[in-house]
Each structure stands twice: as structure tokens, then as C-alpha cells.
């Protein structure tokens, strides 16, 4: 698998400079170009090429070992060959896997060894072509870790239907465990970005996190992660990370990884400046494996964003892998790879769930409801697939209700997050929330869709009769 040596590359500031590999670090990623592509500019996969360099914390010979590490995975791959996976995988408990097509880790050798047959099973004539990549390692000695942040190209043909599978640009973290005198693999996390992966289902991957008690230390870090990411508060995610210049990030609405602690730094800065609220509920559903002064962590979180733009999205399943190092006696992340799960959608002027941008279209025709101590009065709506309809609600009870337009996984989803986070407040084109005595309307287009419901998701109210269908009537 090809590396890098030597790229041109941009600062934060976006001046070029040029970085040998007698450096350090040899790469510092185009921070404001990074900053545009992780908010919507789109990047062709061959400029992610330019974008990542091979770091140099390693000596030649542990870089040549991980290579042909890295190189051996690959070829196993392409060959679907599931035995010589197999020899490559450190076959423990602690291992984990989250795949570009699933929609949930697989945790375990057994549950990772079945992920990666699925995978072998749904497609054939398998192509990977890297892009570029990065080698982190420390060390040789048993139980030391070292990982690769790669980019690289997947092609295949689905093995029912024959259709071409083409994702241009798959995002990897693969961390490597000193076992035996050689690396073996111990957690993989992969996903090409914008892409949809199928709701997760149980068997999936067989088993749900193992939620342990070491380290924790390491969870209060994490905890405190997770506060600052509630708070925007720049400066305590600061102080959370590394100040090695190696560390990196792959943010979850990213397109390419962060290199380099300032280009890190300002991802960390944009997102906070991107979205005007950020709701998290309590996080506990993670693995944690420690190896000496390194370890790292893998599990899901739930998300609610406000974007400035006043949209609302709500984010189910953020799947995410953390590497930590302790450095003086304190534990700071050095990686970070998130990426976006099933069932994620937005509320609002940019992507209305079940519905377009309206712009400047006008109501067909007004529906006015009264949302009261447990009903909106009706249990049924007559609508028409396409027409506009602009309701007016108001809230004649002495609680706080909302109304909500979605499919019911979007419902069910967000009931679940609103029993952690009750205090949720939303106005967008699905959601209303609105404070006893108060009025308020909501322009929505109706899809072609007959699964819509609408609903208060406020903990108990839709059990207590606050829910309803919409009918559609025939064209």
C-alpha cells in the first residue's frame, strides 16, 4: 500500500508550506480548504491524496512492518478471503469492527469475523486502490498499539443484483496490537462519507458493547469530552487533547481527516461556530481497552443540532472510536473518527423530513389543531400526497407539548432521546414545541409516503394518546 513521503500542504491559515519526512510529523492538512469540504464543498477523491502524509514517529523498520500489515489486510480483503482475515485479527473479546454497510459495531472476534463474511458474501470483484495514508506507532513491545488513518477507494459488484459498488473515498482508522512479535489487528472503523448505511439490527453484530469499569480516569476524560461538546466550549476540548502535533480527527460531517493539532483544533472551532446548540444525553454504551499508556474507546452516541441556519437535525446514532495516550499522568486524545448511523434526519429549511424546501410556496389549505392533556383531539388526518398544508396549533393544556411530523423509526428515535433530554426544545418544519397558551404554525409538505404520523414526543404523551396517522387520500 503506497504512502506519501513528501506532500505540499496548506496551514490553518491556508499558506503552503512544504514538510519533508526527516520531520516529526510530515503532515499539516489544509485547514480552511478541510473546513469548506467538512460543511458541504465537494471534494473529488483524488485531491484527498494531497491532504494526508505519512507521519514519522516511527522508526523504518516498524513503519515497513505496519505496511505490510496494512498490505496483507488488503489483500485478504480483495480476495474475500475470510481465513487470511482471520490470521490478521487478534482473536479477543476487546476487538471491534464498524464497517462502512452496517449500522452498528461489531464487538468481539466472533461478531467481527461475521461482519467481515457478510461483507464477503454481498460483494464480489473487489477493488481497493489507497489514496493515501498515516502510520502512528510508538514501539514494538507486546501490548503496543499503532494505527493507520487512511483514505482509499472501494469498488465491487453486489453479488444478487450484479449493480456496480463504487464508494470514492472510504475513511479508515485501523489500530494495531504488538501480539507475539507482530502486529495484529484489534479495531477497524471504516465508512465512505453521505452514505446511508441500512438500519442496525440486532443480529448484526450479535452483542452490545461491553461496558467496563477500568480506567476510570479515562472515563471521567470522556465524560468531559462530552460536556465540552454540550457546552462548545473550545478551550476544555483543548485541553483534552494532545499537544503532539500527530494527533488527528475525522469529524462525523467531514470528508477528510484533520492532521496536524491546529487543523484539529479549528474543526473542533468551526463545528461549534456551525451549530448554535449541540444536545447529547448521558453516554455510557462503550468499550474501553487499555493497553499500557495507550487505549481506545468504541461505542454510539445520540446527537441534537441546531444549526445556525435554525434547521434541526437529530443524529441517533453517531458511531465513534477514540485513541487515547496517557501523557504525565493524564489521559488525552490523540484520535478521533465519527461518522454518522442510520436513521439520521433534519428538521428544518435545509432538509424537512418527509418534506422539500418549501421556499416560497404557498399552504394549499390550513389544518388548526388543539394540543390538550394527552390528545390533539384527532387520531387520523386526511392529507394528499404533495399538497402544502400549514397547521396551527395551539397548546390549550397546562404542560409543554410539541407536534412532530415523521415516519414512526424518526418517532420512536426521538422519544428515546427525549426521555434523557426532556428539556429539548424544537421549531423547525417537522417540529413544534410550544409552552401552554401558545400558538404556533408549521408549513409541511406532505411526501408520497402513507408511513407519516404526527406525534408529541415529550416523555409520556404520545403513550398517553398524543399521536396520530396521516391518511393519504388517493390522487
Known sequence: MPFAPDEWCTSKKGQYMYVSKEKSFLSV????????????????????????????????????????????????????DIWAMGQLWAKEEYVSAILPATGKPAYGWENVRKSWQQTFDHNRDIKI???????????????????????????????????????PNVLTTKVFERRDGKWLLAHYHAHQPRLNPPTATHEESGSGALVSDVA???????????????????????????????????????????????????????????????????????TIHLAGNKAWLVGSYQAGLT??????????????????????????LVHYHAHIGPLAHGHGPQEASGADSLGSLK?????????????????????????VIRFVVTNKGTVRHEFALGRLEEHLQMRAMMRQMPDMI??????????????KELIWRVPDDPNFEFSCNIPGHAESGMTGTLELEKK
Open 29 to 80: 492538512v489544509a485547514g480552511a480548504t478541510l473546513l469548506a469540504v467538512l460543511y458541504g464543498t465537494p471534494t473529488a477523491a483524488d485531491q484527498i491524496g494531497d491532504s494526508i502524509a505519512e507521519a514519522g514517529r516511527v522508526d523504518t523498520q516498524l513503519t515497513d512492518e505496519l505496511k505490510l500489515a496494512n498490505e496483507a489486510f488488503i489483500d485478504a480483503f480483495v480476495n474475500r
Open 129 to 167: 486502490k489507497s489514496l493515501a495514508g498515516l502510520i502512528l506507532a510508538q514501539g514494538d513491545k507486546e501490548g503496543d498499539l499503532a494505527w493507520i488513518v487512511d483514505s482509499t477507494q472501494f469498488e465491487s459488484f453486489q453479488t444478487q443484483t450484479g449493480q456496480p459498488v463504487m464508494l
Open 216 to 286: 476510570p480516569e479515562l472515563r471521567a476524560v470522556d465524560e468531559r469530552f462530552y460536556q465540552a461538546l454540550r457546552d462548545r466550549d473550545l478551550q476544555a476540548m483543548n485541553e483534552i487533547w494532545s499537544p503532539s502535533e500527530s494527533v488527528t480527527a475525522i469529524q462525523p460531517e467531514g470528508q477528510i481527516p484533520f492532521m496536524g493539532r491546529d487543523n484539529v483544533m479549528a474543526s473542533w472551532e468551526r463545528l461549534f461556530d456551525y451549530n448554535k446548540t449541540i444536545q447529547i444525553p448521558p453516554v455510557s454504551q462503550s
Open 307 to 332: 444549526r445556525k441556519s435554525g434547521e434541526y437535525v437529530h443524529l441517533p446514532d453517531v458511531l465513534v472510536t477514540k485513541l487515547f495516550e496517557k501523557e504525565n499522568g493524564t489521559w488525552r
Open 363 to 387: 399552504p394549499t389549505r390550513t389544518i388548526e389543531l388543539e394540543a390538550k392533556e394527552m390528545t390533539f383531539g384527532v387520531d387520523k388526518l386526511q392529507v394528499k400526497p404533495g399538497e
Open 426 to 439: 424544537h421549531n423547525s418544519d417537522s417540529v413544534i414545541t410550544l409552552e401552554p397558551g401558545e400558538t
